[in-house]
């Protein structure tokens, strides 16, 4: 479709779907009128019934657990579809970084970067391991720590380089990683039937309430969690940063003859 | 003022479409999408927002507090991790497109044009 043609009909898309936006928008409460009941009546119970500060991490880990379990396949699933689309096709070959201009040498990372990336390393882990560790007491847990702990391994590539990052957390520690956070997810979600109860129910002891060790087994599913997520978003950026060691056979075949043209 | 966060809402859903249905990049049609997703972040947080109220985390506070919906916060949590492996999705199948076509072009991608090699 041309771009003159393109925009007029987008006009009269954006009419149409604008419209139904508004009509819906007209339905929701006020801003800042919230109605309720379930927010008003899981900020009452979720404190004494489940021993956690944090609301959110209460509905996500025990009381929606069965919903959570779903977003972690959905993670999963994502992470086996990178794997598969990117995964080497025929025709293609892995070639060394400089294999493109013979003779030439990449410049190395600055000092500066190297120095700065691999201090921040352990600085972040803590980081990391500090949000998942704390997810029932203050915002934070096994999403938000697992993403910080994948960024410790990409600073790692950052101030190094891909081979660097592969050898620091090989492909199969991270496999594994992955399939233990979301079985293990997993597995705590059927230990409620174990125990007598529902799927997810939170049957471990809930422990003070602000202590570290509370919650029942909202900490167990954060620790998971926060390993599946690692494992998954460092595999997943693996696979990108190997793209650019993967070309097909005839690329430079087909630039020269571009070239030529 | 109170309709502004989801007239905000609104027009980020909107630029958003318009990057995806304008773009001539598929890295930029894929962040487009992002923005666009963006949009309803900015939905659910509004609709359990409570006037004068704080986060629903009771660390320091006595449980009285008033506290805005946790529900609709966790749901937000979903919707960015959605998020998230669908951007992921959509990249691996642009790096796949530009092996397969030489460019990023979505105007330029028709069938036919693909490098016959391998």
């Not at chain 1, 600085?123 to 704390?134: E, K, N, R, S």
């Not at chain 1, 960024?151 to 620091?168: E, F, H, K, Q, W």
């Not at chain 2, 027009?11 to 990049?25: E, F, H, K, N, Q």
């Not at chain 2, 894929?30 to 666009?36: A, D, E, K, W």
Request: aromatic share 8%; proline share 4%; net charge positive.
């Amino acid at each position: 479709m041309s771009d003159r043609v393109r925009l007029p009909v987008f006009a009269v898309a954006l009419t149409g779907l604008l419209g139904l936006v508004l009509w819906g928008f007209a339905g929701l409460p006020d801003f800042g009128d919230y109605a309720g009941p379930y927010g008003y009546i899981l900020n009452r119970v979720a404190v004494p019934e489940r021993s956690t500060t944090d609301v959110v991490t209460a509905v996500n880990f025990d009381y929606r657990g069965f919903d959570t379990l779903g977003e972690e396949f959905i993670l999963f699933a994502a992470v086996v579809g990178v794997a598969s689309i990117l995964r080497k096709l025929r025709g293609e070959r892995t070639r060394p970084p400089d294999d493109d201009a013979a003779g030439r040498r990449a410049p190395l990372t600055s000092l500066t970067v190297r120095v700065a990336g691999l201090g921040l390393v352990a600085p972040t882990i803590l980081v990391g391991i500090y949000i998942v560790g704390h997810g029932q007491l203050t915002p934070g847990g096994g999403f938000q720590g697992g993403v910080i702990l994948a960024t410790a391994l990409l600073l790692i590539y950052l101030s190094a380089d891909y081979m660097t990052m592969r050898a620091v957390g090989p492909l199969g520690v991270i496999e594994l990683a992955e399939g233990l956070g979301g079985a293990g997810f997993a597995l705590i979600g059927l230990s409620g039937l174990v125990a007598g109860g529902a799927f997810f129910q939170n049957w471990l002891g809930k422990g003070t309430v602000g202590d570290l060790m509370s919650a029942g087994t909202i900490p167990l599913s954060n620790a998971a969690v926060g390993l599946a997520v690692t494992g998954g978003f460092v595999f997943m950026l693996s696979e990108f940063l190997q793209q650019t060691l993967t070309r097909r056979r005839d690329h430079r075949r087909r630039r020269r003859a571009r070239r030529s043209r | 003022m109170s309709f502004l966060p989801y007239a905000v809402a609104a027009w980020v859903m909107g630029v958003g479409l318009y990057g995806i249905v304008t773009s001539r990049d598929l890295l930029h049609m894929v962040i487009c999408l992002s923005v666009m997703q963006s949009a309803s972040y900015l939905v659910l947080l509004s609709i359990g927002y409570v006037k004068d109220a704080q986060a629903p985390i009771f660390a320091d506070v006595p449980l009285s507090t008033r506290a805005v919906d946790p529900v609709v916060q966790a749901l937000t949590l979903t919707d960015v991790v959605v998020g998230t492996t669908v951007t992921a999705l959509l990249l691996a199948l642009a790096v796949q497109t530009h092996k397969r076509y030489g460019t990023l072009d979505p105007q330029e991608l028709r069938p036919g044009r693909e490098h016959v090699d391998g």
